[in-house]
Protein backbone atom coordinates (compact mmCIF):
# COMPACT_ATOMS: atom_id res chain seq x y z
CA UNK A 1 0.00 0.00 0.00
CA UNK A 2 3.08 2.48 0.77
CA UNK A 3 4.35 2.02 -2.53
CA UNK A 4 1.28 3.17 -4.71
CA UNK A 5 0.62 5.71 -2.48
CA UNK A 6 4.44 6.68 -3.02
CA UNK A 7 4.06 6.09 -6.86
CA UNK A 8 1.18 8.61 -6.83
CA UNK A 9 3.21 11.12 -5.04
CA UNK A 10 6.06 11.72 -6.31
CA UNK A 11 4.60 10.69 -9.68
CA UNK A 12 7.67 9.20 -11.07
CA UNK A 13 8.95 9.80 -14.44
CA UNK A 14 11.08 6.59 -14.43
CA UNK A 15 11.45 3.76 -11.51
CA UNK A 16 14.47 1.48 -11.74
CA UNK A 17 14.59 -1.55 -10.17
CA UNK A 18 17.26 -3.12 -9.13
CA UNK A 19 16.73 -6.95 -9.68
CA UNK A 20 14.20 -8.54 -11.65
CA UNK A 21 14.16 -11.87 -10.91
CA UNK A 22 10.35 -12.98 -12.45
CA UNK A 23 9.31 -9.47 -14.11
CA UNK A 24 6.44 -9.44 -11.74
CA UNK A 25 7.40 -6.36 -10.00
CA UNK A 26 8.61 -4.79 -12.75
CA UNK A 27 5.13 -5.20 -14.27
CA UNK A 28 3.18 -4.32 -11.30
CA UNK A 29 5.04 -0.76 -11.14
CA UNK A 30 4.46 -0.54 -14.64
CA UNK A 31 0.73 -1.43 -14.68
CA UNK A 32 0.79 1.16 -11.72
CA UNK A 33 2.91 3.97 -13.21
CA UNK A 34 0.55 3.96 -16.01
CA UNK A 35 -2.25 3.87 -13.94
CA UNK A 36 -1.37 6.48 -10.99
CA UNK A 37 0.89 8.79 -13.10
CA UNK A 38 -0.22 12.34 -14.69
CA UNK A 39 2.21 11.80 -17.25
CA UNK A 40 3.75 7.74 -16.94
CA UNK A 41 7.01 7.23 -18.29
CA UNK A 42 9.17 4.27 -18.32
CA UNK A 43 10.46 1.44 -16.12
CA UNK A 44 13.79 -0.22 -16.58
CA UNK A 45 14.09 -3.36 -14.45
CA UNK A 46 18.08 -4.95 -13.89
CA UNK A 47 19.27 -8.30 -13.19
CA UNK A 48 21.63 -11.03 -14.84
CA UNK A 49 19.50 -13.78 -14.99
CA UNK A 50 16.84 -11.45 -17.30
CA UNK A 51 16.09 -14.98 -19.01
CA UNK A 52 14.08 -16.62 -15.67
CA UNK A 53 11.81 -13.07 -16.72
CA UNK A 54 8.27 -14.58 -17.49
CA UNK A 55 7.30 -14.28 -20.92
CA UNK A 56 4.10 -12.97 -20.09
CA UNK A 57 5.93 -9.99 -18.07
CA UNK A 58 5.61 -7.20 -20.96
CA UNK A 59 4.42 -4.26 -20.13
CA UNK A 60 5.00 -0.81 -23.35
CA UNK A 61 6.62 0.89 -20.21
CA UNK A 62 9.01 -1.51 -19.10
CA UNK A 63 12.20 -2.87 -20.72
CA UNK A 64 14.31 -5.18 -18.88
CA UNK A 65 18.29 -5.02 -18.79
CA UNK A 66 20.72 -7.36 -18.66
CA UNK A 67 23.62 -6.36 -15.92
CA UNK A 68 25.68 -8.41 -13.44
CA UNK A 69 24.74 -5.57 -10.35
CA UNK A 70 27.56 -7.38 -8.36
CA UNK A 71 30.37 -6.61 -11.34
CA UNK A 72 28.66 -4.05 -13.25
CA UNK A 73 27.92 -0.03 -13.21
CA UNK A 74 24.55 1.18 -14.38
CA UNK A 75 24.68 2.23 -18.32
CA UNK A 76 25.68 6.05 -17.64
CA UNK A 77 24.30 7.07 -21.32
CA UNK A 78 20.92 5.58 -20.11
CA UNK A 79 20.91 7.23 -16.79
CA UNK A 80 21.64 10.12 -18.15
CA UNK A 81 18.69 10.50 -20.44
CA UNK A 82 16.10 9.52 -17.96
CA UNK A 83 13.99 11.90 -17.06
CA UNK A 84 12.90 13.18 -13.40
CA UNK A 85 12.01 12.34 -10.71
CA UNK A 86 12.86 9.08 -9.96
CA UNK A 87 12.18 6.48 -7.68
CA UNK A 88 14.93 3.84 -7.29
CA UNK A 89 13.83 0.00 -6.08
CA UNK A 90 16.81 -1.85 -4.63
CA UNK A 91 15.89 -5.56 -4.53
CA UNK A 92 19.04 -7.41 -5.66
CA UNK A 93 20.82 -7.79 -2.43
CA UNK A 94 24.28 -7.71 -4.09
CA UNK A 95 26.80 -4.44 -3.69
CA UNK A 96 24.17 -2.43 -2.16
CA UNK A 97 26.78 0.72 -0.98
CA UNK A 98 28.62 0.46 -4.15
CA UNK A 99 25.19 0.48 -6.50
CA UNK A 100 23.81 3.57 -4.12
CA UNK A 101 27.32 4.97 -4.44
CA UNK A 102 27.08 4.83 -8.02
CA UNK A 103 23.18 5.93 -9.18
CA UNK A 104 23.55 9.25 -5.61
CA UNK A 105 25.87 10.73 -8.33
CA UNK A 106 22.55 10.91 -11.30
CA UNK A 107 20.09 11.44 -8.62
CA UNK A 108 18.27 15.05 -8.59
CA UNK A 109 16.10 16.90 -5.96
CA UNK A 110 12.67 14.73 -5.79
CA UNK A 111 13.78 11.89 -6.48
CA UNK A 112 13.37 8.44 -4.02
CA UNK A 113 15.95 5.83 -3.69
Known amino acids: MHCIRLIWE?????????GSYQGGSGLWFADHMSMLCDKPGEVHSFDLHINCVHENAKH??????QVDLSAEL?????????PHPWLVIDDAHVKVFTIFSYIKKFLEQGDYY
Open 10 to 18: LQPRTILEL
Open 60 to 65: PLLTFH
Open 74 to 82: LDKTLLLRL
